[in-house]
């Protein structure tokens, strides 16, 4: 028992705060399972965030680093704690707050109105880069076109890309993004359930995309277009195994840490597209692979991480290919790269 928790139970009072001793708990922490109070708490978890920082040597001095703002809560909080540690332990970085405008009416475009509040409040330059200028798509128009089944391929490859496109835009060095313990839990858990090993093995990594044009950091409403059903049963199932065991988030985050891929597993050549340069290590870029679909009005072409291959080869001559597989045998082969959001 901590020495504060034995004082304020000796006296006999109501349980205080076992850090300050001084307020009312308002949470147990899984991670420790300490009582603790609102202040002590954005104390702690302030302090700790610094330390990951400091003990991964996340950033240097002068660096320009974009959060990448979607205006939900766990960027948001992460842009408040990044704009604060910078001042108080003055880290000497330039922020920026870039966000991604999918297009999708009723949702991004009432979060965006959160990033500009964050502009404003943190005094943030923001940077906004839509679907629409970037591929002619926003994702209303694509969801249009081929309803809400496999929306979310077109809209995670997007995305990735057009964090990266607004980072060369802002000229940055890194990218960092916001994920709370339960959706890196979750990803865990989908990774093993789908069997998906080069994910499993990349998706807890604080630091990914070393090898593509800007390293990202992962920090970690739902989203109209996302029924998601399967990610939804296991962010339930894991929720029922937090209420049998508090640290079973962060034990499924630890198995996804400590899982490593043979060091003899073969990696991918890492090139670049053809046609518009972003990293690939096939001739084209899944997105654009997906835009071409789209353009010709045959949206399916780049679904399916097992056909992507061949849409691939389909698009070009199939012995003109640099690597020859499947999207999935070369996916199932990547170590780094970006994480699904
Ligand atoms: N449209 C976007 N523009 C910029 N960054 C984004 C965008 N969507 C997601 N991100 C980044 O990826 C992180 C994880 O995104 P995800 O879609 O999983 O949202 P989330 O877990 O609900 O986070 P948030 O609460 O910040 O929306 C976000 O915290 C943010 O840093």
């Not at 006999?12 to 705060?17: E, S």
């Not at 420790?32 to 330390?51: A, G, M, P, S, W």
């Not at 906004?128 to 002619?136: E, N, P, R, T």
Request: aromatic fraction near 8%; charge should be positive.
């Amino acid at each position: 028992m901590e020495a504060g928790e034995a004082k304020s139970k000796k006296a006999g009072g109501p349980r205080l705060c076992c850090i300050c001793n001084l307020r009312r708990p308002v949470l147990k922490r899984p991670k420790t399972l300490q009582q603790i109070c609102r202040e002590c708490f954005y104390e702690v978890f302030e302090e700790e965030i610094h330390q990951v920082i400091v003990k991964n040597h996340l950033f240097k001095s002068g660096e320009r680093v974009a959060i990448g703002a979607s205006g939900g809560k766990d960027s948001t909080v992460l842009a408040y704690v990044l704009s604060e540690l910078n001042k108080r332990h003055s880290y000497g970085l330039d922020l920026f707050l870039l966000s991604i405008d999918e297009g999708i009416t009723g949702y991004r475009d009432d979060s965006l109105e959160t990033v500009k509040r964050n502009e404003v409040q943190y005094g943030l330059p923001l940077q906004i880069v839509s679907y629409k200028d970037l591929y002619g798509w926003t994702m209303d128009d694509i969801v249009k076109m081929i309803g809400l089944k496999n929306n979310c391929t077109f809209c995670g490859v997007f995305r990735r890309q057009a964090l990266d496109r607004g980072a060369a835009l802002l000229k940055v060095d890194k990218i960092v993004t916001g994920h709370n313990a339960d959706d890196i839990a979750e990803t865990v858990l989908l990774n093993i359930l789908r069997g998906d090993i080069a994910r499993l093995s990349r998706c807890t990594s604080i630091t990914t995309g070393e090898d593509g044009p800007i390293p990202r950091y992962y920090f970690s409403t739902e989203c109209i277009y996302s029924p998601n059903a399967y990610r939804g049963f296991a962010r339930e199932f894991i929720k029922d195994l937090e209420r049998l065991r508090p640290k079973a988030i962060l034990d499924i985050i630890k198995s996804g840490e400590d899982f490593r891929i043979a060091t003899t597993t073969k990696m991918p050549e890492q090139g670049t597209c053809e046609r518009c340069g972003y990293i690939s290590s096939q001739k084209w870029c899944k997105a654009c692979v997906l835009l071409e679909g789209l353009n010709r009005g045959l949206p399916k072409m780049g679904i399916g991480r097992s056909r992507a291959g061949d849409v691939n080869g389909d698009l070009h001559n199939k012995n003109e290919s640099k690597s020859g597989p499947t999207v999935k045998s070369i996916e199932s082969r990547k170590q780094c790269g970006s994480l699904d959001f």
